[in-house]
Nanobody, 114 residues
Framework: QVQLMESGGGLVQPGGSLTLSCLAS????????MTWYRQAPGKDRELVARIGETGDRPRYNDAVKDRFTISRDNVKNVLTLQMNNLKPEDTGKYYCRGEYTEWWGPGTQVTVSS
């Protein structure tokens, strides 16, 4: 069965960094483009970043461009989101998802606050 498990969230001060990971299993990870989404309290879930099957064509939400980097390891079946220069508006629960699927992990909480 498909499983996506995010980790790496936490509390960080503005300007800090975090690295999120998503361990995938139960499907052919290398065959799917992968995405990171986030949901802030009281807001809709939004796309943060997307990466192609082979690690190509990364795309970012304008709000995180030049601060976040999405990457993947198709041997270890891991999707990563490196987040730098974090801002309070980056606070939310972060989820990984197979593009065009309904496969979601339980999410990992990121809180940016002083």
């Amino acid at each position: 069965q498909v499983q996506l498990m995010e980790s790496g969230g936490g509390l960080v001060q503005p300007g800090g960094s975090l690295t999120l990971s998503c361990l995938a299993s139960g499907f052919s990870f290398k065959s799917y483009a992968m995405t990171w989404y986030r949901q802030a309290p009281g807001k809709d879930r939004e796309l943060v970043a997307r990466i192609g099957e082979t690690g190509d064509r990364p795309r970012y939400n304008d709000a995180v461009k030049d601060r976040f980097t999405i990457s993947r390891d198709n041997v270890k079946n891991v999707l990563t989101l490196q987040m730098n220069n974090l801002k309070p508006e980056d606070t939310g629960k972060y989820y990984c998802r197979g593009e065009y699927t309904e496969w979601w992990g339980p999410g990992t909480q990121v809180t940016v606050s002083s």
